[in-house]
């Protein structure tokens, strides 16, 4: 299977409980970026790698992303998984997965943007036979976000969510590929966490990290979006 012929999920069902002061009533992914919304931003980004097929897996105000985005975007046909219950994020994914005909599944959070190779990051993916491999950033104040730690041979040997410690290290950029088979294994119409639940248990596994160099942003708080503001200028 080429990149091209993969289907990529995009996380939009976030309560964006942060930003609620600053977007009004809007789905985050949809809060405005220099007049944008900006998914769009991940839409181009994913259009212009190549993708054809995006699943978006919308729950809070998720009627406001279709109508905004419909089934098609450039060249990539659109299609939607809307949760009715909160599921959190490896839970939306579970509930999509009949509209995923291949193997290997890209998935991206809404609410982030990477500005990576993805293909570099697939090819390191079947290279290692994984069935679970993040992309990772480093970045200078890890304190915000899960840190990750790998062995000489790239493999996870520790995922730590959020754990507040200060300093330089590896995060996790909210970019990921599976092999559907994995994914399968997550129970059915239950809230399960990737960050929490699914990746602290493959810790040792197949489970790899890949680390790229590149512009990261997410739009998490409103400091961040404000600074997000200038990202893409």
């Not at 509209?99 to 609410?111: A, Q, R």
């Not at 493999?155 to 994914?183: A, C, H, R």
């Amino acid at each position: 299977m080429d990149f091209e012929d993969i289907t990529a999920a995009i996380l939009a069902g976030g309560l964006g409980t942060r930003l609620h002061s600053k977007i009004k009533g809007k789905q985050k992914v949809l809060a405005k970026v220099k007049n944008y919304p900006f998914l769009k931003y991940l839409l181009d980004k994913l259009n212009k790698t190549g993708v054809k097929k995006v699943v978006i897996c919308t729950g809070y105000l998720g009627e406001q992303v279709k109508k905004e985005f419909g089934k098609k975007y450039g060249n990539l046909s659109i299609s939607y998984s809307q949760e009715n219950s909160k599921l959190d994020t490896a839970g939306a994914i579970r509930l999509a997965l009949p509209l995923f005909k291949e193997e290997d599944i890209l998935v991206t959070n809404g609410d982030s943007y990477f500005n990576c190779d993805l293909k570099k990051f697939w090819e390191f993916h079947l290279k290692k036979k994984s069935k679970a491999s993040i992309l990772l950033t480093r970045i200078s104040k890890i304190d915000r976000y899960g840190q990750v730690v790998l062995d000489k041979n790239n493999k996870i040997t520790s995922f730590q969510e959020k754990s507040g410690k200060m300093g330089t290290g590896l995060i996790n950029s909210g970019i990921y590929l599976f092999k559907k088979s994995l994914l399968l294994k997550i129970p059915k119409d239950k809230a399960v966490s990737f960050e929490k639940e699914l990746f602290p248990s493959l810790v040792g596994k197949d489970f790899y990290g890949f680390e790229c160099h590149g512009k990261f942003i997410d739009i998490g708080t409103p400091q961040s979006y404000k600074e997000a503001q200038s990202f893409f200028s």
